[in-house]
């Protein structure tokens, strides 16, 4: 198994990013992994990309995203790990790779619903978009 010194969380506040987030945390936890925390504003929804985070809709603002960052952060402190939160507005799968490449991280955790809109993104012709611009493992924790 290769070492995971250093893990990304992605967090949108949905029941599939908290179980993401759970995992994560216990992985980063067990392993004394530095980590840290990013959540996205995407503006995809009105470009007609592919998003995964099934939680940005129109209505959303930055102050919104923020606030689900600080959730996130909170409930990693409440489960005894300390990360680094990290906020972006832009592409999702851009976002993501921009920061675990800036960060060279060697894990990427991210939350996936079967029905969800990550499951149209991973069936499209971005599938393999995201595994593409990363160097290091991704993890889907899956919920159904």
Not at 69 to 89: N, R
Not at 129 to 136: A, G, Q
Request: contains cysteine; hydrophobic residues 40%; charged residues 20%.
């Amino acid at each position: 198994m290769a070492p995971f010194n250093r893990i990304l969380l992605c967090y949108d506040g949905t029941p599939e990013g908290r179980l993401a987030l759970r995992c994560g945390s216990a992985l980063a936890r067990q392993l004394q992994a530095e980590t840290h925390l990013l959540a996205i504003l995407s503006f995809s929804w009105c470009s007609g990309g592919y998003d995964f985070f099934s939680t940005v809709k129109p209505d959303i603002d930055e102050g919104t995203a923020k606030e689900i960052l600080q959730e996130g952060i909170e409930k990693l402190h409440a489960w005894g790990v300390t990360a680094t939160g990290h906020f972006a507005i832009g592409s999702v799968v851009e976002e993501i790779a921009r920061l675990a490449n800036s960060l060279k991280v060697d894990l990427i955790v991210i939350g996936h619903h079967p029905e969800g809109f990550f499951a149209r993104w991973w069936t499209g012709e971005n599938h393999t978009s995201l595994l593409n611009r990363v160097s290091c493992g991704v993890l889907f924790e899956v919920c159904d």
